[in-house]
């Protein structure tokens, strides 16, 4: 199914139109990083990709914007695990790359074992 959608800048939002219902992806933009916050899709037009395209031309935009992306939707996150050729866009947060507390060595493993 090829779909066309819109990039409303001034909103941050991209959709498009299907079988008249609106299906739109929300995002936020600040020191150069897209925050996805919302993927909506109507159940009548569902099960089509539809999100899945909303979301590809949100990271397709963010590549030719040289944007990072924070996928806060669940929906874009669970995209971007199944989509690695888009992984170097994420935006990384400092909570995402904290070091580990548990120290392996002292604790018998990972797993406990000695």
């Known amino acids: 199914m090829s779909l066309s959608i819109r990039h409303d800048r001034s909103a941050h939002r991209f959709e498009t139109i299907v079988d008249g219902a609106t299906c739109e992806l929300d995002y936020t933009l600040s020191g150069g990083v897209m925050t996805i916050t919302h993927t909506g899709v109507p159940p009548a037009v569902g099960g089509r990709g539809i999100a899945s395209t ?55 493993g990972w797993r406990g074992q000695r």
């Not at 888009?86 to 935006?91: I, P, V, W």
Request: net charge positive; charged share 20%; aromatic share 12%.
């Open 54 to 108: 909303l979301v590809q031309a949100a990271f397709d935009t963010a590549h030719q914007e040289n944007w990072k992306v924070r996928p806060a939707c669940s929906y874009a996150a669970a995209w971007l695990q199944r989509h690695p050729e888009y992984h170097a866009l994420r935006a990384w947060t400092p909570a995402m790359i904290a070091p580990c507390r548990r120290r392996p060595w002292r604790h018998g």
